[in-house]
Each structure stands twice: as structure tokens, then as C-alpha cells.
């Protein structure tokens, strides 16, 4: 099912992903120089991104002297274990291992193909060491026999002439969002796809204005895969043909059709017959950030333990804020506005580029409501 | 190139938080991306590609040119009157 190529690129997004995450080069998801990006790796980063790559194929730990030697390795490993682990984000703590067989990798992408009827190449905005970017533009591309062609994830580009009738776009909601924003428009017969987070209605509406043809929207997670789907805003998601559901627990079970374990949905879900769903909120607290969950709470443990900060709130910014995180912040007797640029160093020391409250408030006193609730600043 | 400079830092500023920045201080060598400059990251990359394109027309189509012109203040501007569409 894969080939080497694909192991190249995963292997590349993986180190891609890490040099931005982690603040060492914030340009790195938009470089398509993967030897370059190898070469000039940070120590640091490599190390990690050793650890998650041993992770994700299946190898004891090891570092390699070059790229290819790396995808050799990967790649052999992944034949021989017909699986790939991909790890959640860690927004609750430890990131959690999630196996995806060679068989599920089958099953979801036979399940999905006849969601793609007439498309004849997939266009990749997304990082394909990420579950859904490697479903939608690894594995499904396969499947359908069309090749791939993979974009920074830039709004600005000549979309006119980069897309072509035929391209399933896969993205997701925030860059949607700002493609909407540059005024794009789509040319004739391009089906775009959207998941990671739900998809606000007016973004669907909105891709449909620019001459979208098509639009699909995937309900899932790393811990599961592809569930459901839908086309339309506003409407509820489907689930895929390969899940089964049972109801008999106030939050529904699915599993794998042919498959024994159970397991929890991310959200509270509200059921509108036996098989199409509304997610109504997540049951962690998370909220998405550029595609990736987060968690306030654990961003407020990080922000408390800096010596200035007596006490904080985090969360999302309201949607005329933007679309990252913010914090309020009492800071300790003694302290003053002087530690914002110490606070900010801090954190980026602590915390990936999707944690990072990008706004700081300071006050005297937390943010609250008349009847002493959390309230937004 | 003073002018583009200054008119680059109100721009950033008006879409991103630089609370903590000294921008009085910042001029042709800052960086954007490193803490010792404007401190932006990979999330403000993509903010700061729609405001040159809203505010200046300018669109990108090669992602070594971005690493080039991004390195600093004056690199951005000198970028920015060379391509400059409005």
C-alpha cells in the first residue's frame, strides 16, 4: 500500500511540524526543501523528532546520519509491522499511541472512496504525519489511483491556475477561513474537504460563494479515524458504513464493524437516527487551535508556575480576537507589565506555537460575572 | 525604506499582539521570527502573508523567496517597494 515516497514525505512533514512547533523555525511548514530542513535540523528538534518517528514506524530508538537512512529504516519497519502509530496531540498530557493496522487503513479508504467519485487528484494543504492528513492524502490518493499534489498551506497563491477541474482539496476550517478571507475563488469542478474541526456554517456557505462544487466535512479523531461525514452546512454527520454504534451508554460507543473494543467519541454527540450525529462539545475541555487541540487548563498550569504570575485564565480568543489562545493575568506583589516579554519567553520555552496565549492581559483582579463565574475579558 | 519600515511595524501590530515589543527600538536589522526581534511565530507567518497582500497586493509564489524577505524588518520592506501593487 505505501510506498518509500510516502514514508519521505510523512518523515518530512513529522520534521516540518516539530521545527514550528516547537518555535525553532517558524517558516519550516511552508519549505519544501526536506534535505535542507535536515540538514540545518537543531539538535534538540532532531532528537525529538527521532523519538516520534521511532514512535509512529515501530523501531528501537535510533538516530540517523541522513534522511535516506532514516527512510529506509522506516519504511522496512512499516512492512514488516503493517502499521503505523500516530500519537495525539498530548494537549491532556502524555500524547496517547494510536495504531492504525494496514487493514484499517483498507477499510477506511474503500469506506471513503465512494465519497470521491470523479476526483482526479488530491491537492494536500494538510501535514501527512497527522491522521488526517495521511488518510486523506496518503492512503485515499491510492486508493482512487490519482496522484497528489502538495501545497504550503498559504491563502495567497494563484489558486486559479494551481487548482484544476477534478482536485480534492484537503484542508482545514482555520485555513479555510483565511483562504475565504484573500477572496479566493475556486475554478469549475473542484470538491473541497474539511475536518480536524468542526466547520462553522458560514465557512461552508462561504466556500460554496467561491465556486466550491463540492464539500465534505469529516467527523473524527487520532484515537479513531474517519467516523462520519457530511456535505452540507448545518446538516448532521453520517457515520461511515465500516463503524457500528450503540446507544445503551448516555455518550455513544462506536467501534469497528468486525472489531471487539469499543470506544468513546471525543464529543458529547446528540444521535438524529441510528447512524447520523450533531457533536455538540468536546468531552475533554480542548479547544482547537490551526487544526491542533489544545487545553487551556493545562496552559494555565504551565502559565502559573512563572514566578510573576499569581493568577491566570486561558482561552480561546473570541472570533473578531483571532483565532489562538489569550490570557488574563494577575501577577505577584512586586511584579509589573515589565515581564511580559519574560512571561512570553516562558512559555514558548514550555509550550508549542498552537499553546501559546498569543495575547496577554494583566489586571488586578481575574475576569468574572456578576454571580462570581469565569467571564471572557 | 524608513517610511515602508514604519509603515511594516504599524501594519503587524494592527494584526498581531506585540505587547512586550519595543517597537521604538525595532528597525532594518530586527528580526520577525526570533524573540529577539518581533517574535512572531509560524501561526502570525500566515497573518501576516494576508496583510501584505490586503495592504500592499502582493502575492507569494515562491516559499525561498518568503525565507528571504522574512528575515528581517528590512528585508520585508525592501521586499515590499519591489513588489508593491497598491
Request: without cysteine; glycine residues 20%; charged residues 10%.
Given at each position: 500500500m505505501l510506498q518509500r515516497k510516502d514514508i519521505y514525505r510523512i518523515i518530512g512533514d513529522l520534521l516540518r511540524t516539530e521545527l514550528a512547533s516547537h518555535q525553532a523555525d517558524a517558516l519550516a511548514v511552508f519549505d519544501d526543501d526536506t534535505e535542507g530542513l535536515w540538514e540545518n535540523l537543531p539538535s534538540a528538534v532532531k532528537k525529538i523528532a527521532e523519538e516520534k518517528a521511532a514512535t509512529m514506524f515501530g523501531y528501537m530508538l535510533r538516530s540517523f546520519s541522513t534522511l535516506e537512512r532514516m527512510t529506509d529504516y522506516a519504511y522496512a519497519s512499516f512492512l514488516k509491522n503493517q502499521q503505523l502509530v500516530f500519537l495525539t496531540?498530548?494537549?491532556?498530557?502524555q500524547p496517547k499511541e494510536c495504531v492504525h493496522t494496514v487493514n484499517m487503513m483498507w477499510e477506511e479508504a474503500h469506506g471513503l472512496v465512494r465519497l470521491f467519485d470523479g476526483v482526479t487528484r488530491v491537492v494536500s494543504l494538510v501535514p501527512s504525519n497527522h491522521l488526517y492528513g495521511f488518510t486523506f492524502t496518503v492512503i485515499l490518493p491510492h486508493a482512487l489511483q490519482v496522484p497528489v499534489i502538495i501545497l504550503p498551506a498559504?491563502?495567497?497563491?494563484s489558486w486559479q491556475t494551481l487548482l484544476q477541474p477534478g482536485d480534492l482539496v484537503v484542508g482545514f476550517p482555520s485555513f479555510w477561513n483565511y483562504w475565504l478571507r484573500c477572496e479566493n475563488k475556486f475554478p469549475a469542478d473542484v470538491h473541497v474537504l474539511s475536518s480536524t474541526a468542526l466547520c462553522k456554517d458560514e465557512i461552508i456557505a462561504g466556500l460554496f460563494d467561491a465556486g466550491a462544487a463540492r464539500f465534505t466535512e469529516i467527523y473524527g479523531s487520532s484515537e479513531t479515524g474517519a467516523i462520519a461525514f457530511r456535505t452540507q452546512a448545518g446538516t448532521p454527520f453520517e457515520m461511515l458504513p465500516f463503524w457500528d454504534i450503540s446507544r445503551k451508554e448516555k455518550n455513544p460507543l462506536v467501534k469497528r464493524s468486525g472489531n471487539n473494543a469499543w470506544q468513546p467519541l471525543p464529543d458529547q454527540v446528540v444521535m438524529k437516527n441510528e447512524r447520523f450525529l450533531y457533536p455538540v462539545s468536546r468531552l475533554d475541555e480542548c479547544v482547537q487551535v490551526a487544526g491542533e487541540n489544545v487545553s487551556p487548563k493545562r496552559v494555565e498550569t504551565v502559565l502559573s508556575q512563572h514566578p510573576a504570575v499569581k493568577q491566570c485564565r486561558v482561552r480561546l480568543m473570541r472570533p473578531d480576537e483571532g483565532e489562538r489562545l489569550k490570557a488574563f493575568i494577575v501577577l505577584n506583589e512586586g511584579y509589573g507589565p515589565e515581564q511580559m516579554a519574560d512571561i512570553r519567553h516562558f512559555l514558548s520555552q514550555r509550550l508549542t506555537v498552537h499553546e501559546v496565549p498569543r495575547t496577554l492581559t494583566f489586571g488586578e483582579m481575574l475576569p468574572t460575572s456578576v454571580l462570581g463565574k469565569d467571564a471572557d475579558w | 525604506m524608513q517610511q515602508t519600515i514604519d509603515e511594516l511595524k504599524e501594519m503587524i501590530a494592527s494584526c498581531i499582539?506585540?505587547?512586550?515589543?519595543d517597537l521604538s527600538r525595532c528597525?532594518?536589522?530586527?528580526?520577525?521570527?526570533a524573540e529577539q526581534g518581533l517574535g512572531l511565530d509560524s501561526l502570525d507567518a500566515v497573518e501576516l502573508i494576508i496583510s501584505l497582500q490586503k495592504r500592499y497586493g502582493i502575492a507569494f509564489e515562491n516559499m525561498h523567496r518568503v525565507r528571504e524577505m522574512f528575515q528581517t524588518l528590512g528585508a520585508l520592506a525592501q521586499y515590499v517597494k519591489e513588489h508593491r501593487t497598491k
Open positions: 496531540s498530548g494537549s491532556m498530557g498559504i491563502p495567497t497563491q | 499582539d506585540l505587547s512586550g515589543v528597525g532594518e536589522s530586527t528580526p520577525l521570527f
